[in-house]
C-alpha cells in the first residue's frame, strides 16, 4: 500500500477479520460479545478486543506464550513503537475480570470459549473452607520446607518439637520446644512477643503467602468442580476442557510450593522475643534458629553426658529412680539443675534414642524422681 509508511507492522489482531468467516461460530459470537461490551463501555475498552483477538489467534500455539511481553510484540503497529506491557496487562485485567480470558499458574492467558467461561464461572463459585486450605499449606511447610520431623542437636541429641502453622498444629503440643510460623494478621512487633521460652517464631511474607493460599484454592476448586460435573453424560468438548482443567491443578500446587519456598527465603526469626539473624539457606537458618532455642532453653545441657542405650532405658531409668544421681557436680549439693535437668528428661524421652545422663550437683530424691519419670 502507496500510503503506509515504512516501517509500519500489520498486528496480529488485524488478521482476525480475514479468518472470521471460517471461525466457529461460538468463537465469533465470543468476541462480538466483547466488541458490544466495549462499545456500551461494560467493563472493557475497544483495545481490549484487539488482545482478546491475539489471544485466539495464538491459542495453542505452543512456542508462542501469551505473556503480557508476547502480546505486546504482537500489537506493535510500527517497528520504532515501543513495548507497553503496563497498557496490555490492564488489559488483560479487564478481560479477566469479564471472564474472556483466564490467567494460568504459570503466569500466561488463554481465550475462553463460551462454554469455557460458563465452566469457570461454576469453578469461581466452588467453596472451598479457608481452614483447610492453611492446613494444606502448613503440611507442605513441614513436608517440604523443613521435613525434619525431630531436631538432630551436635549430631547427638534428636529434639521433638511442636509444628504449628498459625493455628493449624501439624502436631499435639506435648514437646518442651515448639516452630511456629506467622504468615500475617500480625506485625512482626506482635510476632516477637511470641517467641516465649522453648518458641521458635518463624515470620513469612504475608502477600506471598496469600498468593500461595489462593493458588491452592484455585486447585481444590477445579479437583471438586471436575470430580463433581463428571458423568456418563458428558459431552466430548465437556471432557476436553475438564481434562485441561485437571491438567492445571499440578501447575497450581506448584506455584504454591514455589510461593511457599520464595516466603521461607525471606522469613524472618524470633528467639526469645528478640529478632536473629542467621546466614545460608532455609534448613540451615531452622538448624542455626534450633541451636540457640535449644542451648537458651535447656541452660544445663552440657551436664548431661554419658548416654544411655535406647534398648536398656527403661531398667537404667528405674535404677536411677530407685537409687539416685550419685554424683556431686562441683560439690554442689543444693543444685539449682534438678528443674532444668528434669524438663530436659521430659524433652530428650520422647526422641528416637534415650536422654543422656551424666547431671548432677546433687542426689536426686528416688521418689520423686520417679514420679517424674514415665517408665
Known amino acids: 500500500n502507496g500510503h503506509e509508511e515504512l516501517g509500519n507492522l500489520v498486528t496480529m489482531a488485524e488478521f482476525y477479520p480475514t479468518i472470521r468467516q471460517h471461525l466457529e461460530s461460538a468463537i465469533?459470537?465470543?468476541?462480538?460479545?466483547?466488541?458490544?461490551?466495549?462499545?456500551?463501555?461494560?467493563?472493557?475498552?475497544?483495545?481490549?478486543?484487539?488482545?482478546?483477538?491475539?489471544?485466539?489467534?495464538?491459542?495453542?500455539?505452543?512456542?508462542?506464550?501469551?505473556?503480557?511481553?508476547?502480546?505486546?510484540?504482537?500489537?506493535?503497529?510500527?517497528?520504532?513503537?515501543?513495548?507497553?506491557?503496563?497498557?496490555?496487562?490492564?488489559?488483560?485485567?479487564?478481560?479477566?475480570?469479564?471472564m474472556f480470558i483466564e490467567k494460568h499458574?504459570?503466569?500466561?492467558?488463554?481465550?475462553?470459549?463460551?462454554?469455557?467461561?460458563?465452566?469457570?464461572?461454576?469453578?469461581?463459585?466452588?467453596?472451598?473452607?479457608?481452614?483447610?486450605?492453611k492446613e494444606r499449606l502448613g503440611d507442605t511447610f513441614f513436608e517440604k520446607m523443613y521435613p525434619n520431623a525431630k531436631y538432630n542437636y551436635q549430631k547427638g541429641m534428636l529434639f521433638d518439637y511442636n509444628k504449628r502453622f498459625d493455628n493449624y498444629s501439624k502436631t499435639n503440643m506435648k514437646y518442651p520446644l515448639t516452630m511456629q510460623v506467622i504468615t500475617g494478621g500480625v506485625t512482626t512487633t506482635e510476632a516477637a512477643l511470641q517467641a516465649i521460652e522453648g518458641q521458635m517464631v518463624i515470620y513469612l511474607n504475608e502477600e506471598l503467602i496469600t498468593e500461595a493460599e489462593e493458588a491452592i484454592r484455585i486447585s481444590e476448586q477445579i479437583r471438586r468442580y471436575v470430580n463433581l460435573k463428571r458423568n456418563p453424560s458428558t459431552t466430548q468438548a465437556q471432557h476436553r476442557i475438564y481434562d485441561a482443567k485437571m491438567d492445571s491443578i499440578s501447575d497450581y500446587e506448584l506455584k504454591a510450593e514455589e510461593l511457599l519456598r520464595k516466603a521461607c527465603e525471606e522469613a524472618i526469626f524470633f528467639i526469645q522475643m528478640q529478632e536473629r539473624i542467621f546466614r545460608g539457606n532455609f534448613e540451615k537458618q531452622v538448624s542455626d534458629a534450633f541451636d540457640m532455642l535449644i542451648q537458651n532453653t535447656y541452660k544445663y545441657l552440657e551436664y548431661i553426658d554419658e548416654p544411655i542405650q535406647m534398648k536398656t532405658f527403661k531398667e537404667q531409668w528405674r535404677n536411677l529412680a530407685e537409687k539416685g544421681i550419685t554424683n556431686d557436680l562441683l560439690g554442689e549439693t543444693g543444685s539449682p539443675f534438678r528443674p532444668t535437668i528434669l524438663t530436659l528428661i521430659r524433652g530428650l524421652s520422647s526422641a528416637g534414642r534415650a536422654p543422656a545422663l551424666h547431671a548432677g550437683g546433687q542426689r536426686f530424691d528416688p521418689a520423686r524422681l520417679h514420679q517424674q519419670i514415665v517408665l
Open 105 to 133: 499458574a504459570d503466569g500466561t492467558y488463554s481465550f475462553l470459549s463460551d462454554e469455557e467461561q460458563e465452566i469457570n464461572k461454576e469453578i469461581r463459585n466452588v467453596d472451598v473452607n479457608a481452614i483447610k486450605i
Open 28 to 98: 465469533v459470537q465470543t468476541i462480538s460479545r466483547a466488541e458490544n461490551r466495549a462499545k456500551n463501555s461494560e467493563g472493557l475498552v475497544e483495545y481490549d478486543v484487539d488482545v482478546l483477538k491475539v489471544l485466539y489467534l495464538i491459542k495453542g500455539i505452543d512456542h508462542i506464550k501469551a505473556t503480557p511481553n508476547n502480546i505486546s510484540t504482537l500489537l506493535l503497529e510500527s517497528i520504532q513503537a515501543e513495548k507497553n506491557e503496563l497498557i496490555i496487562k490492564e488489559s488483560l485485567n479487564r478481560l479477566e475480570q469479564t
